[in-house]
């Protein structure tokens, strides 16, 4: 038996919702399986893989369009050739299905068919086998047996190269030439196409280019260049296939592009420019370290400065403490603690000490007749005069008033006498001139005690004081030895 005649019915099945890929049925038939095969308007085709039972009450259909390669989904008529295969013509062209793999070829004017749109139901099988679709201009007969898809894909040829608006040479269809950007090209234009003259209209292209583009581009036959612009310096190879409607390509030609970069973009370039950078990196470095060190050296500077200043500051608040603010000799207080300290120091040793305990004479007459400020340039002249004959190792003070004492370390009792006599005659022997009073005579009286170190402190003050009182009460300007430890009866003579 020959293949089974679809039905020549149209009819409109208004199921909800439909099982069906369309509402619109325009043809019907059954495969050597016992599937039944639809045809709709705009929903391509439907297959009944599955008849209606409990699970599927409106069965199970497998569905096919143009994404399983139908050129069109609108399907005029189906036929079974003698070798299984089943037929569609289309709104535009004709396919043909393998019902066991379900791969789909659409064929169109590469493969004869030179009818673009077929009639709804307008096709039959014939006794010898073969297949006739009527449409719009004419019939197309099919010869089933005869046909044998292609295997092989025209290739894709250069046809044009433009390297910044200049066109440049292609080189031949089996080698095409590679393309060179200098750096100052910008843009890049490949025109390209396939060598196939049956339909070279529906033949379809797809690029990318290799190192720069993710995807592939498609393009169809109208757009038959690829573009680029503003490509980074690089090496690149575009890739360029020829299709077809059935999704078969051939094998990319391949075109070898370099984009040669500007002298600020080669690799010397960037290594100078880090080398640069790395310079100026150090240089920036070296110039703040030694700005932090100048400014730490300063910083140093300025605190030993402070430091130096602090310690000054500290030694004249220590001096002022321990000197009289009139004299600037050592006051009472200083005045015992170096005198105890040179006799602690001299004690293991054994050597002497002398102290002289020294009194101006009439001295606050010259206050209350001259003035306070005529008896301050009295006590500073006087004291002036002292200081000229004494040692660096004497300690000479101002315990108070017109009072004054000088501790002597390593001196004996006549050692002592001889200098309480050479200090009482560089105070008397020559006249004092104040101002505002005129020449006035100043005396001194001195009184002297010596003795071993093991002696106190403060017996030797004790003992230099009787020596003081002995000397004004002889009629003072003279110096007395003092050996007792009590001053004796009487006040304190001026």
Request: glycine share 10%; net charge neutral.
């Amino acid at each position: 038996m020959g293949p089974p005649v679809p039905s020549a019915i149209i009819c409109t099945i208004r199921p909800t919702p439909t099982p069906y890929p369309g509402d619109l049925i325009t043809t019907l038939m059954t495969d050597r399986h016992g599937r039944l095969w639809l045809g709709t308007l705009g929903g391509g085709i439907g297959v009944l893989e599955q008849p209606a039972g409990p699970d599927h009450p409106r069965g199970v259909f497998r569905r096919l369009t143009m994404a399983d390669g139908l050129p069109n989904d609108n399907i005029g008529t189906l036929l079974m050739d003698g070798g299984g295969r089943v037929w569609a013509s289309t709104a535009d062209g004709l396919a043909v299905i393998d019902p066991d793999t379900w791969a789909t070829r659409s064929l169109g004017r590469a493969d004869g068919v030179a009818i673009p749109a077929y009639w709804i139901h307008s096709g039959a099988a014939l006794p010898d086998g073969s297949l006739i679709f009527g449409g719009g201009g004419g019939a197309t007969v099919v010869h089933p047996d005869r046909f044998k898809p292609r295997t092989e894909r025209p290739p894709v040829v250069v046809t044009a190269v433009r390297v910044a608006g200049r066109a440049v040479p292609t080189g031949t269809m089996a080698a095409p030439a590679p393309i060179r950007l200098a750096p100052g090209d910008r843009s890049v234009e490949i025109s390209f196409a396939a060598l196939d003259y049956t339909a070279p209209e529906d033949v379809r292209y797809a690029y990318t280019l290799s190192g720069f583009d993710e995807n592939w581009t498609e393009a169809d036959a109208t757009q038959r260049m690829a573009a680029y612009t503003n490509l980074p310096p690089g090496r690149y190879t575009l890739l360029i296939k020829a299709g077809d409607r059935a999704g078969d390509w051939s094998t990319p030609v391949k075109v070898s592009i370099k984009v040669q970069p500007a002298w600020w973009q080669t690799l010397w370039a960037k290594l100078a420019a880090v080398a640069l950078a790395l310079a100026g990196v150090v240089a920036l470095v070296q110039v703040r370290t030694a700005y932090l060190r100048r400014r730490r050296a300063v910083l140093e500077e300025q605190v030993a400065r402070q430091t130096r200043d602090l310690l000054a500051a500290n030694e004249r608040l220590k001096d002022l403490a321990n000197r009289d603010p009139l004299t600037e000799i050592h006051n009472r207080r200083h005045f015992m603690e170096l005198a105890e300290a040179a006799l602690t120091l001299a004690r293991p040793m054994g050597t002497p000490a002398a102290l002289l305990m020294m009194d101006i004479d009439h001295f606050k007459q010259v206050n209350d007749t001259l003035g306070h400020s005529a008896g301050d340039e009295v006590l500073l002249a006087v004291v002036a005069r002292i200081r000229a004959l004494l040692r660096k190792t004497d300690v000479f003070a101002r315990l108070g008033g017109e009072e004054l004492a000088l501790f002597m370390p390593d001196a004996d009792e006549t050692t002592a006498l001889a200098v309480a006599e050479r200090l009482r005659q560089a105070v008397g022997d020559t006249p004092y001139e104040i101002e505002g009073a005129g020449v006035i005579a100043v005396t001194v009286s001195i009184g002297v005690a010596a003795g071993v170190p093991t002696l106190p402190l403060k017996e030797l003050l004790d003992r230099a004081d009787h020596g003081l009182y002995a000397a004004k009460r002889a009629g003072r300007n003279r110096v007395a030895a003092g050996h007792a430890k009590n001053k004796g009866a009487g006040g304190n003579p001026q």
